[in-house]
């Protein structure tokens, strides 16, 4: 491209850079309806919600307030920071522990116990800088993200495990396979309302409900499901634990069935679509070499799955994080907000309080968790993805 360019004469190179430019004319006019509408409909609300943010904006524009909003929700900055500070520590007892497998077998146990002195410092760091933030901050808010910690705990992990131990199942060449597709599919596309309420008649607490009624077939119950702001473990179990350690409220575990059973068919599916497309010849070769059905599941399935398993583990806790229309729907005034994600408390203080700025600097908090969680899901798991 040099070389003839250089022997063009001075006319004729004017042309080429011409037709240069026109290329690149003719390709941001290509793009240019994709950018205004990202602009329009994506970057613009996100910048606008964030002006909000840092005003006194109930219903009407106020003067601008700078970060006080921020400052409310959270209450504390130097807890906020102490609490930061200990999810870095955990970054750097991850960092360290796995480093310590690579070391001589003599500092590998130095660097183990350096690694666990360090989890111990997060651990110390985060529940300080935690309690600070409750003692000055949005009490409703910081219990809200918590809540939402709970309920993305409990739902993500045995919706993935269940549609993976259902795909296998249905990629066995059994009979009826697609009638048992559509049927385990049909949960995610029902609309959402419709099956909230279905679940808070099953999980209501009369004595005549199906889920109290399936209990005492075993002797258990009844229970008051959806009207139980106490943990799930003092219920079932009698525990008295406190704290985080306490667990999730029984109100809110009858939503997080509610959240399981609506997307163990969609991730079915798109587990059935990565089993797919694992060659067959692997399995051949490693039966001839001897290998049972755990072995093939354990060094085949699993591995070649990973990526699907990491794409909808990542999906899966970005969206439990925003979940809302069956919270919203199947929450009860008897739980005494022990079901109020961080969703539904951001909604409440912008629909019901009309405090607009407010909402939106706790909106703009929940992304920033959400991203932290993200970066850091992608950094633990992503490295353990194997694409083949």
Known sequence: MTASSATLPRGGRKHFRWLAIQEQITGYLFILPAVLLITIFGLFPIG????????????????????????????DWTGALIWIAGFALLALAYYVWNNAFKEESDRRLIAKLLA??????????ISSGWERMLEAGDEDFLNSLRITLYYALG???VEIGLALLLAYIL???????????????????????ATAVVF???????ETSLINQLLSLVGLGPYKWLFEPKPFTQVMFGWSLEGFLAGPSMALVSIIFYGIWTYVGYNTVIFLAGLGSIPSELYEAAEIDGANGWQLFRHITLPLLSPVTFYLSLIAFIGTFKAFNHIYVMRMPSAQGTVDTASVTIFDTFYKANQYGYATAEAFLLFLVILGLTLAQNKVFGERVFYG
């Not at 219903?59 to 209450?75: D, H």
Request: charged residues 15%; without cysteine.
């Open 48 to 75: 606008y919600a964030f002006y909000m943010s840092l005003h006194r904006w109930r219903v009407r524009k106020g003067g601008f307030i700078g970060l006080a909003n921020y400052e409310k929700a959270i209450g």
């Open 171 to 193: 990629f066995q060449q059994i009979r009826g396979q697609e009638l048992f597709r559509m049927i385990y599919f049909l949960p995610y596309i029902t609309p959402v309302v």
């Open 116 to 125: 666990a002195l360090i989890l111990i410092a997060a651990g110390l760091a």
């Open 155 to 157: 739902t993500v992990p």
């Open 200 to 206: 808070r008649t099953i999980f209501s607490p009369r």
